[in-house]
T-cell receptor, first 113, second 114 residues
Framework: GAVVSQHPSRVICKSGTSVKIECRSL??????MFWYRQFPKQSLMLMAT?????????EQGVEKDKFLINHASLTLSTLTVTSAHPEDSSFYIC?????????FGQGTRLTVV | QKEVEQNSGPLSVPEGAIASLNCTYS??????FFWYRQYSGKSPELIMS????GDKEDGRFTAQLNKASQYVSLLIRDSQPSDSATYLC??????????????FGKGTLLTVNP
């Protein structure tokens, strides 16, 4: 299957700082990538759809100024959590569209202390 | 009505049995359907895709699609303890312009007992 690499896999940061998460499609070009958040024992929640060369489309209730998404190339999308707070601690997962389906990165476990 | 519905489980089956996972969806125009497996603390991995009515088999996995009933299922034959995970049903939905997005169900937790 297609390979999507997400980095870092785990990060701990102090409250008020910003964290950048990278998502790369390694063996295909992805014009569309998705960012999800998943709290423990809960389902995946789509945060935003990232399209290469254009602004991301955010789901209702997701603050675009807090979760900055950049999709500057066909193989890289980044999610920056700005001014992180403990309630932002979660498992963040990216996926890249290939054909009708999508392949997921390994996920990033963010802990804000 | 939720867009994609799954029984949250847990579904418990003995090793070697057939596990049957079900999913219904609300958008009659949906064209593509996927099953993902997610182990605890890990990200989802794609195990099956299906686009046409009927059955699609891949090893121990069989996906079944019935568009008239808006129903998709996943059968796992000869279940193994390593199959214990949450299984997510996903449906491709048109979201405007030339964009489609995958809508996920909440997942069914499967436990295979040795």
């Amino acid at each position: 299957g297609a390979v999507v690499s997400q980095h870092p896999s785990r990060v701990i940061c102090k409250s008020g700082t910003s964290v950048k998460i990278e998502c790369r499609s390694l063996d295909f070009q992805a014009t569309t990538m998705f960012w999800y958040r998943q709290f423990p024992k809960q389902s995946l929640m789509l945060m935003a759809t990232s399209n290469e060369g254009s602004k991301a489309t955010y789901e209702q209730g997701v603050e675009k100024d807090k979760f900055l998404i950049n999709h500057a190339s066909l193989t890289l999308s980044t999610l920056t959590v700005t001014s992180a707070h403990p309630e932002d601690s979660s498992f963040y997962i990216c996926s890249a569209r290939r054909g009708a389906g999508a392949f997921f990165g390994q996920g990033t476990r963010l802990t804000v202390v | 009505q939720k867009e994609v519905e799954q029984n949250s489980g847990p579904l418990s089956v003995p090793e070697g049995a057939i596990a049957s996972l079900n999913c219904t969806y609300s958008d009659r125009g949906s064209q593509s359907f996927f099953w993902y497996r997610q182990y605890s603390g890990k990200s989802p991995e794609l195990i099956m895709s299906i686009y046409s009515n009927g059955d699609k088999e891949d090893g121990r996995f069989t996906a079944q699609l019935n568009k008239a009933s808006q129903y998709v299922s996943l059968l796992i034959r000869d279940s193994q303890p390593s199959d214990s995970a949450t299984y997510l049903c996903a449906v491709n939905k048109y979201s405007g312009g030339s964009n489609y997005k995958l809508t996920f169900g909440k997942g069914t937790l499967l436990t295979v007992n040795p």
